[in-house]
T-cell receptor, first 116, second 110 residues
Framework: NAGVTQTPKFQVLKTGQSMTLQCAQD?????MSWYRQDPGMGLRLIHY???????DQGEVPNGYNVSRSTTEDFPLRLLSAAPSQTSVYFC???????????????FGAGSRLTVL | DAKTTQPPSMDCAEGRAANLPCNHS???????VYWYRQIHSQGPQYIIH???NNETNEMASLIITEDRKSSTLILPHATLRDTAVYYC???????????FGKGTLLTVNP
C-alpha cells in the first residue's frame, strides 16, 4: 500500500515549457485534489475531482489543467509554465461521502517546481 | 464553505501542553472539524477530527465548544518533534472545496 505517490519530486522548467505532475493513489479514493504551497501562503486548492470524469476548480485554477480518466490517477498539467508557478505542489486524496472518519485526506510527499 | 481562523504562530515549552485555537464561526450542522499538521516541507498529516463531542486519540485531544463556533487542539506533552504548522479545516456534506489557509506555526522550545 503505497498511499499517494507524486512524481517528479523536483523539476526545473523554462518559461513557456509544458509539463505534467503525476499523482497516483492505490486506496480506491473517490476524491483527489491538487494544492500549491508558496512561502507564507499556506495551502491553496488548485483543482479537485470527486470521481473519474469529474473535475472542478479550486481557489487558484488559472494556468493549470486536470483530468481524471481513472480512479487512481489525477495528473496536473502546466501548458505554458510561468515563474509565478514556482511552488511546491501537493496531491491529496480521500474517500468521499462516507462516515467522516473515512474522509481523512492523505497527502503525497510533494513536487517542488522551479520555473526560470 | 465554512472558513477557519487561526493565530499565525504560537510557542510552547517542551513537556508542557500546547493548546491551539481555531475559529469556525460559520460552520454548518453537518460539517466536521479536522486538524492536520505539516512538519517542515513534508505533506500534511491527519491528527484528529470531531463534530460536537470532545475527542481524544494517541496524538491529541480536540475540544469543540458547545455552539461549535470554535475548537482547540491539545497536544498534552509537547515535544520538539511537534514543531510544525497546524491546520484546522471544516468538511462535511457536499463540501469538496477544502481550504487550508495558513495554519498556526507551533514552535516547541527546549
Amino acid at each position: 500500500n503505497a498511499g499517494v505517490t507524486q512524481t517528479p519530486k523536483f523539476q526545473v522548467l523554462k518559461t513557456g515549457q509544458s509539463m505534467t505532475l503525476q499523482c497516483a493513489q492505490d486506496m480506491n479514493h473517490e476524491y483527489m485534489s491538487w494544492y500549491r504551497q508558496d512561502p507564507g501562503m499556506g495551502l491553496r486548492l488548485i483543482h479537485y475531482s470527486v470521481g473519474a470524469g469529474i473535475t472542478d476548480q479550486g481557489e487558484v485554477p488559472n494556468g493549470y489543467n486536470v483530468s481524471r480518466s481513472t480512479t487512481e490517477d489525477f495528473p496536473l498539467r502546466l501548458l505554458s509554465a510561468a515563474p509565478s508557478q514556482t511552488s511546491v505542489y501537493f496531491c491529496a486524496s480521500s474517500y468521499s461521502g462516507r462516515p467522516p472518519g473515512a474522509n481523512v485526506l492523505t497527502f503525497g510527499a510533494g513536487s517542488r517546481l522551479t520555473v526560470l | 464553505d465554512a472558513k477557519t481562523t487561526q493565530p499565525p504562530s504560537m510557542d510552547c515549552a517542551e513537556g508542557r501542553a500546547a493548546n491551539l485555537p481555531c475559529n469556525h464561526s460559520t460552520i454548518s450542522g453537518n460539517e466536521y472539524v479536522y486538524w492536520y499538521r505539516q512538519i517542515h516541507s513534508q505533506g500534511p498529516q491527519y491528527i484528529i477530527h470531531g463534530l460536537k463531542n470532545n475527542e481524544t486519540n494517541e496524538m491529541a485531544s480536540l475540544i469543540i465548544t458547545e455552539d461549535r463556533k470554535s475548537s482547540t487542539l491539545i497536544l498534552p506533552h509537547a515535544t520538539l518533534r511537534d514543531t510544525a504548522v497546524y491546520y484546522c479545516i471544516v468538511r462535511g456534506g457536499s463540501n469538496y472545496k477544502l481550504t487550508f489557509g495558513k495554519g498556526t506555526l507551533l514552535t516547541v522550545n527546549p
